[in-house]
């Protein structure tokens, strides 16, 4: 584990001001200048100056007379002009990529030099984001824990080798929690460099236990390497000292080493380690690793970690275990981050094989569920739940033999249960969820979705007289006619027949925007366009046209993001008869 950290921490100066104002969370008011000019987001300075005169043209305030229309299209002419002013600007637009409406109205950008260019910017940005994930990690301590618990469940499976007649208790399986681990660790950075790390553990196995604890300090000396002292004790082996340093020994490659010195009853046992790694192209590493001590041994591994796959082969050789060990592990590219995984391992002590699942339940919660197969291991059956940082796990032992029968409910038992759960539980939790979180996002955006309502609405107004010389135009020449437009959230499903769809008529501001017979909209949100507004906030929404071309009538429909081009000779309705 490496931390890299540059600059300073609780500046005083403008830029701590500006990172700090940054940390704020994202307003909803942050307009997006592209799409109420409707152009690509590398639009040329052309390109800019054509959509900017366009729109001058329709919401000049001198093209109205009546006092309400010329006060409503004074304000949505600044609107418009203040976004021209920012996109045509290469230093105020690099800000505007980079923070949003909100990095201009911060304090401290006066100190970027403006002959800087976008790139020079970024880096600033980039600076920023150091300083602010200095002060983070200042405000955190990082806690850390896992806690297993060890199920003794052979009484379920073994128990009909024996006479169930002479079995105590009315021949009810036994089933018994025989081990318990515990341990948790906490982080608390103590300069800019040095992190301070407490640790502790508790462990009982069938009625003896014990626990240690560990206190680390890590000092990053540079970007390229870091160190870390330890010092522990505990009730079974006694006081700990230790001392690890990583280094990376070039941009491809990297070396660890470890050595520590154990006080134990027995006396000192001294003990080192040495790891490097190296990449052997963009996705594969390859690992040797040596250890010398109470467990030496000689570990070399080649892991490749894809996209959608992660593989790992290694091979250890000695005392006392040596051992050849394979792994797989599928990634499905789904919403909920599946993965499917198996392995083989091999060597003196037998042979286990392990097969599992993995699934996001939630946003923060991971459930996965793996069976282990050995010999003379026998059926395993193991749990584990991450919880955001802590980790939960559940190893239940069914056998101490290759039991069909174990094996099948092991795999069954826990897909049936899940199913379950997910359905009547999770499902309908997580859907609580995301009903409350928008809820509360529409409520704390009702105002500027009111005002934005209105706006839209001032909009079309202002668009009614530009609308009827444009369909005037496209008639003459049987161009492009919008004969209904919506945009917003359709429902189509019929499982969802009690939730009305959410859409607004967009006709008008759609029209308007048809030039030389063509209608072009860019990649991104259409809230933004001119006479629109978001009716369904957080929700999912598309755009939906019937139009008319050539005599002909047409219909398409897109997603929010997706560019459009229209006359789309696709999607063609034919007259009824």
């Known amino acids: 584990m490496s931390f890299q950290r540059t600059g300073g921490v609780g500046g005083t100066g403008p830029n701590a001001n500006m990172a700090a104002s940054l940390d704020d969370d994202f307003e909803f008011n942050n307009q997006d200048y592209y799409s109420l000019l409707n152009v690509r987001k590398e639009a040329t300075l052309e390109e800019l100056k054509a959509s900017y005169r366009r729109l001058c043209m329709l919401y000049h305030p001198d093209k109205h007379r009546d006092p309400e229309l010329k006060s409503q299209a004074e304000q949505l002419f600044n609107q418009v002009h203040q976004a021209y002013e920012v996109l045509s600007d290469e230093h105020s637009r690099a800000i505007y990529d980079i923070f949003g409406k909100k990095g201009l109205e911060v304090e401290g950008w006066e100190v970027v030099e403006r002959k800087r260019t976008p790139a020079e910017i970024r880096e600033e940005y980039e600076r920023l984001q150091r300083e602010r994930e200095e002060r983070r990690l200042q405000q955190r301590t990082n806690p850390k824990g896992t806690i297993s618990v060890g199920v003794d469940a052979t009484d379920l499976f073994d128990r009909y080798d024996e006479d169930f007649e002479e079995m105590p208790g009315g021949g009810f399986p036994h089933i018994e929690i025989n081990k318990m681990h515990i341990s948790q660790s906490i982080e608390a950075p103590l300069t800019n460099s040095d992190t301070a790390v407490l640790s502790g553990s508790l462990s009982t196995h069938n009625g003896n236990g014990g626990g240690n604890i560990n206190m680390t300090v890590r000092r990053v000396t540079s970007a390229k390497g870091w160190g870390e002292v330890e010092l522990g004790a505990g009730d079974i082996l006694g006081p700990l000292i230790g001392l690890k340093v990583f280094r990376n020994v070039s941009p491809r490659c990297f070396l660890t080493a470890q050595c520590g010195l154990q006080f134990s009853p027995r006396g000192l046992r001294p003990s080192c380690s040495l790891m490097t790694a190296r990449h052997l192209d963009q996705n594969t590493m390859g690992y040797l690793q040596w250890r010398w001590g109470p467990n030496s041994a000689m570990t070399t591994s080649l892991v490749r970690d894809t996209k959608s796959s992660h593989f790992t082969l290694a091979l250890q050789l000695g005392v006392p275990h040596s051992y050849l060990m394979m792994s797989y592990q599928y990634k499905f590219q789904d919403e909920d981050q599946t993965k499917v995984k198996g392995s083989v391992k091999t060597g003196w002590f037998g042979t286990v094989v392990e097969y599992g699942a993995e699934r ?209 000779q696709s999607h063609r309705i034919e007259p009824e008869p």
């Not at 899940?418 to 997580?430: E, G, Q």
């Not at 009827?468 to 027949?497: C, H, P």
């Open 360 to 568: 996001k339940i939630s946003r923060h919660s991971v459930l996965s569920a793996t069976v282990s197969i050995g010999v003379p291991q026998g059926v395993t059956l193991k749990i584990k739940l991450a919880r955001a940082s802590q980790t939960y796990l559940f190893p239940v032992h069914l056998t101490d033999q290759l039991l069909p029968s174990a094996v099948f409910y092991a795999t069954v038992g826990p897909l049936l249960v899940y199913m379950a759960v997910h359905r009547l539980i999770i499902i309908p939790y997580t859907q609580a969820q995301k009903e409350q979180e928008l809820e509360l996002q529409r409520k704390s955006s009702a105002t500027d979705i009111a005002k934005k309502k209105q706006e839209a609405e001032s909009a079309v107004l202002l668009m009614q007289e530009s609308v009827r010389r444009i369909i005037e135009a496209e008639e003459a020449k049987m161009g492009l006619i919008i004969l209904n437009a919506w945009y917003g959230k359709f429902v189509s499903d019929t499982s969802q027949k009690q939730e009305k769809a959410k859409v607004i008529d967009v006709t008008v501001p759609l029209q308007c925007l048809v030039k030389d017979s063509k209608l072009i909209l860019t990649e991104s949100s259409k809230a933004g366009l001119p006479g629109f507004y978001d009716p369904c906030v957080g929700e999912e929404k598309s755009l939906k046209l019937l139009y008319q071309f050539r005599g002909v009538m047409h219909q398409v429909i897109s997603a929010d993001t997706d560019p459009l081009r229209i006359p789309k």
